[in-house]
Nanobody, 123 residues
Framework: QLQASGGGLVQAGGSLRLSCAAS????????MAWFRQAPGKEREFVAA????????IYSDSVKGRFTISRDNAKNTVLLQMNSLKPEDTAVYYC??????????????????WGQGTQVTVSS
C-alpha cells in the first residue's frame, strides 16, 4: 500500500516536498516513480528511481527542478519540487514496480499506485 502526502497550494517559484510511504517489508525490491495527472490530460511521467537509488530518470519538463530520492530504511520515496510553475498543477501519484529492472517512464510498468496528492501552483 502506498500513501502519498505533501501536496498543497503554492505560488509560482515556490517549493513543495511530496512523500510516499509504503507498507510492507519489501520496499527495497521495488522501483519507485512519481506520475502526475492534470484535469483533462493523460497521466504523465515525472521521475523514477532504482531500487538502490543509484539510477534516476526525469521527464524533460521537470529536469533540473525536481529531485526524487528514497530511504529504504524508512520505506519512503520523496519528490522535492522547486521552482514550481503553474503547469506543474496536477494530482501527483507515487507508483511501485516489481517487474521492471530499471526505472521506466511508462505507467503500465508499475504494479501499485498511491491515492494521489493535489499540487496547485498559482501564478
Amino acid at each position: 500500500q502506498l500513501q502519498a502526502s505533501g501536496g498543497g497550494l503554492v505560488q509560482a517559484g515556490g517549493s513543495l516536498r511530496l512523500s510516499c510511504a509504503a507498507s510492507g517489508r519489501t520496499f527495497s525490491s521495488y522501483i519507485m516513480a512519481w506520475f502526475r495527472q492534470a484535469p483533462g490530460k493523460e497521466r504523465e511521467f515525472v521521475a523514477a528511481i532504482s531500487r538502490s537509488g543509484g539510477s534516476i530518470i526525469y521527464s524533460d519538463s521537470v529536469k533540473g527542478r525536481f529531485t526524487i530520492s528514497r530511504d529504504n530504511a524508512k520505506n519512503t520515496v520523496l519528490l522535492q519540487m522547486n521552482s514550481l510553475k503553474p503547469e506543474d498543477t496536477a494530482v501527483y501519484y507515487c507508483a511501485a514496480g516489481s517487474r521492471i529492472i530499471t526505472p521506466n517512464p511508462a505507467p503500465h510498468a508499475y504494479d501499485y499506485w498511491g491515492q494521489g496528492t493535489q499540487v496547485t501552483v498559482s501564478s
